[in-house]
């Protein structure tokens, strides 16, 4: 019987095969796609993200992140990161970095999903391999979850997201997000000839429709070459609870509110490294607590400006506010980029 199965071959999903094997457990993951794989996101390491690979040991080609920058209507309010640097650094990069350190740590990935889990008082048995524990990071629509029927009715709000990759010379050092009246638009320096650009929103459009609504944002990219665009959502996913008997959920898969603070990275690392602690003392019910640590800022700060923007004249005073009152701006923004 071996130590720990992985359920997805992502960027948590390989950071826990990581933290596994570091702690000296055996592990395997289980992921049906090959190559490096992309993903529709804004692409942006927050400084905590950053340092918590350098602790595994993976540092992605990128750009450097200062800070973040908000934009609407003329308005303008700046946060510079307190506690290292961000790093702009496309999917596939990001990918292809922690595939490279998993296949250097001698870990096993098998090209299959997990299909049926079969759980007993000291095992879990995963497709015919019997393991201590299963770790579920596999995404927003997590099939563990649901069989788990670990699924919560997600809310009336069904945000989705959008994103291609403009060749232009990156013009800030910040992520730059540009507001709207019913979307953002999140631009991302990934490299120095390329930037990302994520497009949030409820209204179901192309991407060239939602970008009408940033005229600045249009104009800057007009004579760059854009790439296609990959999309993702309903963004809002929940689960009950994010530990069943010997399964456990990390990422995406463990609950997601939305992508506006950008920092799915950090937060998906931070779980994983609590689920292999967990697993490792035999204590899987420790990792509810240590998520709901984690997670807290992200879900309290996330779901309070997506309540306070839903209503028009608050959304059209965020960026106006946050320039007047620049220290709390900069203390929210440095909440979610601090190291977990």
């Known amino acids: ?115 049926h889990v079969d759980q007993h008082p000291t095992a879990v048995v995963v497709d015919g391999t019997s393991a201590r524990y299963l770790v579920a990071a596999d995404g927003l629509h997590s099939p563990t979850r649901r069989r788990l029927g670990l699924d919560l009715p997600r809310g009336l709000l069904r945000r989705h997201g959008l994103r291609l990759h403009a060749t232009t010379a990156p013009w800030s050092e910040h992520v730059e997000v540009h507001w709207a009246v019913d979307a953002e638009a999140y631009v991302t320096p990934v490299a120095d000839d390329l930037v990302g650009v994520a497009l949030l929103s409820s209204r179901r459009c192309s991407f060239q429709e939602q970008l009408a609504s940033f005229p600045t944002l249009r104009e800057r990219l007009q004579g760059a070459d854009l790439s296609s665009v990959r999309g993702a959502g309903p963004l809002h996913q929940r689960s009950s609870r994010r530990v069943a008997g010997r399964v456990l959920l990390a990422g995406d898969a463990s609950g997601y509110v939305d992508a506006l603070t950008g920092e799915g990275i950090a937060l998906g690392l931070a779980q994983a490294k609590a689920a292999v602690a967990a697993i490792v003392a035999d204590d899987p019910l420790s990792y509810e607590h240590a998520w709901r640590r984690i997670t807290w800022r992200y879900r309290w700060l996330t779901t309070a400006l997506l309540q306070g923007t839903r209503l028009p004249l608050l959304r059209r005073q965020l960026v106006p506010t946050a320039a007047a009152l620049p220290g709390v701006f900069c203390s929210a923004v440095n909440q979610l980029a601090r190291p977990v």
């Open 1 to 115: 019987m071996i130590d720990l199965v992985v359920a997805g071959g992502g960027p948590v999903g390989l950071a826990t095969a990581l933290y596994a094997a570091r702690a000296g457990l055996q592990v395997v993951v289980h992921e049906p796609r090959t190559g490096t794989i992309d993903k529709a996101c804004g692409e942006g390491l927050m400084p905590g993200a950053v340092a918590l690979l350098a602790g595994l040991g993976v540092d992605p080609e990128g750009r450097p992140l200062t800070g973040i920058r908000y934009h609407c209507d003329g308005a303008s309010a700046e946060a510079r990161f307190r506690d290292g640097v961000g790093r702009g650094v496309r999917r596939t990069v990001l990918h292809a970095a922690l595939r490279s350190a998993v296949a250097g740590a001698g870990i096993r990935v098998v090209g299959a999903s997990v299909t």
